[in-house]
């Protein structure tokens, strides 16, 4: 199983907006998905089912390394792709550092998922490199980070980057596939020199090719719990995603875009 973690410095990026149709995108091709929400926000718990907030999740396999997977997964209305919320995460020190108990329980999760016979895991992890989200990249098989199209944002991506380099002392396999601009608004100068200016800041290929506009239907594809790409007129975006499943799948194959 590829498991890829949505990851980012900070909120208000765009993880859940890519996470939920990057997984549509690669159900749609066939294989068998589970979107994993890892964010104790629940974000793609309420953009998908209204009732995330009480269901059992993520957070109680962690607690409970006993908690039976199969009581976790929600199916969706395309039958290869499922969803495991947040579930209830009081009881877990989600502020802390990594510890070798909580990294083994993530890597047990992951293993089930494996047994049930996922092919590709899509998780939205918590802002920040610290506490489950470090155990989620000590873990996963790549990571794809996601950065709003704005001058002032992109001064953070080669910190997280140099963070993201040290991480792979602990997980060599980790690859990471680069960084996915977000919210970006063609008919805005500043969006588009911002998209620019990160591609001259980092090395090639760092930057996927593929970019995710600001559209108000991914606000009304969320109000109605549903993958922006199976509303009406959603082809466009749907596209996009097509365009960024496919490219991720190219990285995928290739040796990661860092040393």
């Known amino acids: 199983m590829i498991t890829i973690a949505i990851s980012s410095q900070k909120g208000g990026v765009g993880k ?6 990057l997984a549509h995108a690669f159900a749609r091709s066939g294989k068998r998905t589970l979107l994993v929400d890892a964010d104790p926000q629940g974000s793609v718990g309420l953009s998908l ?35 495991v919320p947040a579930g209830q995460c009081s009881d877990y020190d989600l502020d802390g550092g990594s510890t070798g108990v909580a990294l083994h329980r ?33 873990t996963c098989s790549a990571v794809i980070i996601p950065q709003q199209a704005e001058p002032l944002g992109i001064r953070s991506v080669p910190k997280m980057l140099e963070s993201l380099t040290r991480m792979r002392v602990v997980n060599p396999q980790l690859k990471v596939l680069g960084v996915v601009m977000t919210m970006v608004q063609n008919r805005l100068p500043e969006s588009l020199e911002a998209v620019q200016a990160l591609r001259s800041l980092l090395p090639q290929n760092m930057v996927m090719r593929t970019v995710v506009p600001r559209e108000d239907l991914f606000i009304r594809a969320s109000a109605k719990g549903l993958p922006v790409g199976v509303m009406e007129e959603g082809a466009g975006v749907l596209a996009v995603f097509e365009k960024l499943r496919q490219e991720t799948e190219g990285k995928l194959e290739a040796d990661s875009v860092l040393p």
């Open 16 to 21: 859940t907006t890519v996470s939920i149709n």
């Open 49 to 83: 089912t209204r009732q995330s907030r009480s269901l059992n999740g993520f957070y109680d396999a962690i607690a409970d390394p006993q908690f039976p997977l199969e009581q976790l997964i929600v199916p969706t209305r395309l039958e290869t792709l499922s969803l």
């Open 106 to 138: 993530v890597r047990k999760f992951f293993k089930m998922a494996e047994e049930q016979g996922y092919e590709v895991c899509i998780v939205d992890t918590a802002a920040g490199l610290f506490g489950v989200t470090a155990d989620i990249l000590s």
